[in-house]
């Protein structure tokens, strides 16, 4: 019995120290222990159990339900495939035939993505199944026969074992030491007070108020304002998004700040809210704020993480991690309103900031290198494409948003010249075609805003604005029918809207008084 326990611990031992293996799970009775690697051409998971087997039908029991432990285990590590060796240690083998339960592996899964291979050591062929284990796991065991082996012997390999895997598990545990939260509070209180101040100066959700204090603009950074990459971070729009962000700040930053140490946190942390804000102002032409680039930048640092040590990660945050995720990219997707290209861009630029910094005690001097060179060009291509490429495409909302800010700024004639170019390129979108209408009507080109209002009630039939407006042009040109007939359309699309009525009024004295 005691030579089967020394055996069992023996070859525990070797997969530890020569084999490249980790012990992931021990058991109270010490009698069954999981072990794992990441190395290739291995088995992933090894399990073994030290029993003195009676009858085969139990271990076939055994085997198909620690397949299924595989199984769910794969899963919650987002594994495509998983192959396992199950290892029995046993005085003797089972009273029945047993050889034909081990001569295929166990699949596990709706597609059999799981495979479990069993082999079975006893006394009496021991040296069979040390050699089927040593090359499944590329691994020499060697096992002196010739040492007396009593409890004692058992004992003391018993604690060599569990000596090293505690000393692997305080290792990992420092991993999530390398600092306490500090900037984490600092910008939590910095959202609080800029939150504050919006509030008592118009409002948060008020689009003057967050332009004033630095949201994110596409036209206004074209212009010279590069510091809105960095100010948004620190504006909210509304209570709401104020507290979702705060709450996820101090989880997601304090758990990173943890990780990474308090300079490197700050670092990521700007760092990934500057590359959202870049990406938001080459992909979205929408006003923006709010640190969701940031925070997405702290999910990336976390696969930084996970990459660097992917058995630890899955084993701790990396299934919730990845989920949320998942999560918060598709409900960006589903719902309007929410800057889906900031979140991305943050996730990507928390990466890459990690990957330039790296984890405390970490150099990798050349994959340091890697990231940095990586993190130059993503930046470069954005910025060529946001300063350069943008400003002379024939995107539609790069268009609108721009005319919009020469309306604004009385600059009718510029507008009106932006709008042109985007017709004769061939633009089809209603949106240009109603501000085009607008700028020739403060230039006195009705019968060119006539034209393009008939294209956009064509194609945009429920926009209420462009039927009122094409009323008016009738007006000026006295076509006084067609005139009341846009104006009705407006009132049954806005019923409520009383210009709309007001018109229909006077069009009806114009022609009373004809």
């Known amino acids: 019995m005691f030579k089967q326990d020394y055996l069992f611990w023996k070859i525990i031992q070797g997969l530890q120290e020569e084999g490249g293996y980790r012990i992931l799970q021990l058991s109270k009775s010490n009698n069954e222990i999981w072990l794992e690697t990441m190395q290739k051409n291995k088995p992933r998971i090894i399990r ?30 987002f594994a495509r495939k998983l192959e396992a060796l199950n290892i029995y240690i046993t005085t003797y083998p089972p009273v029945d035939d047993w050889r034909f339960r081990l001569e295929q592996p166990l699949h596990a899964g709706a597609k059999g993505l799981t495979t479990l291979r069993t082999v079975l050591i006893n006394s009496e062929h021991k040296e069979t199944g040390l050699r089927e284990i040593s090359t499944l796991v590329h691994t020499e065991f060697t096992i002196d026969d010739s040492i007396y082996i009593d409890l004692e012997t058992v004992e ?212 340091r290198v890697g990231g940095l060179v990586v993190t130059l060009a993503t930046v470069g291509t954005l910025i060529y494409v946001g300063y350069v490429i943008q400003p002379h495409s024939d995107n539609p909302r790069f268009v609108v948003q721009t005319a919009q800010e020469y309306i604004q700024a009385n600059e009718i004639h510029k507008a009106y010249e932006m709008l042109k170019s985007a017709e004769e390129n061939g633009t089809d979108t209603p949106e240009v075609y109603f501000y085009l209408s607008y700028t020739e009507i403060k230039l006195g080109k009705l019968e060119d805003a006539r034209d393009h209002l008939q294209i956009v009630t064509q194609k945009a039939p429920d926009i209420s604005e462009a039927h009122y407006n094409l009323a008016l042009i009738y007006v000026q040109l006295q076509e006084f029918e067609n005139a009341k007939n846009a104006a009705e359309q407006a009132v049954e699309i806005d019923p409520e809207n009383e210009n709309y009525q007001d018109l229909i009024n006077e069009i009806n004295n114009m022609e009373d008084s004809m």
């Not at 029993?51 to 085997?63: A, G, I, Y």
């Not at 670092?267 to 704020?289: D, E, K, P, Q, T």
């Open 48 to 77: 073994i159990l030290r029993h003195d087997l009676d009858w085969s039908n139990w271990m076939q029991r055994d085997m198909e339900l620690t397949a299924q432990r595989l199984e769910q285990l794969r899963k919650r590590l």
């Open 156 to 367: 003391n390999i018993k604690h060599e074992v569990i000596t090293v895997a505690n000393k692997r598990i305080s290792s990992e545990k420092q991993i999530f030491q390398n600092g306490k939260p500090f900037f984490t509070y600092i910008l939590i209180a910095i959202q609080l007070v800029m939150f504050a101040i919006l509030e008592f100066n118009g409002g948060s959700t008020n689009t003057e108020t967050l332009l004033k204090y630095g949201a994110k603009e596409n036209f206004r950074i074209l212009n010279g304002e590069w510091w809105r990459f960095f100010t948004p971070m620190i504006l909210h729009i509304g209570f709401l998004h104020l507290l979702m962000n705060t709450f996820a700040l101090y989880y997601l930053g304090s758990e990173v700040e943890r990780l990474y140490g308090k300079i490197r946190f700050l670092w990521i942390y700007v760092f990934a809210g500057f590359i959202g804000s870049l990406a938001s102002f080459v992909f979205n032409a929408n006003i923006s704020a709010g640190a969701s680039g940031a925070i997405f930048g702290c999910f990336g640092a976390l696969l930084f993480f996970g990459a660097a040590y992917p058995s630890l990660f899955f084993r701790t945050m990396g299934p919730n991690v990845i989920g949320i995720i998942i999560i918060n990219l598709v409900l960006g997707f589903m719902i309007p309103g929410i800057d889906n290209s900031g979140h991305i861009g943050g996730l990507v630029g928390g990466f890459l900031a990690a990957s330039i910094v790296h984890l405390p005690k970490r150099k990798e001097f050349a994959k």
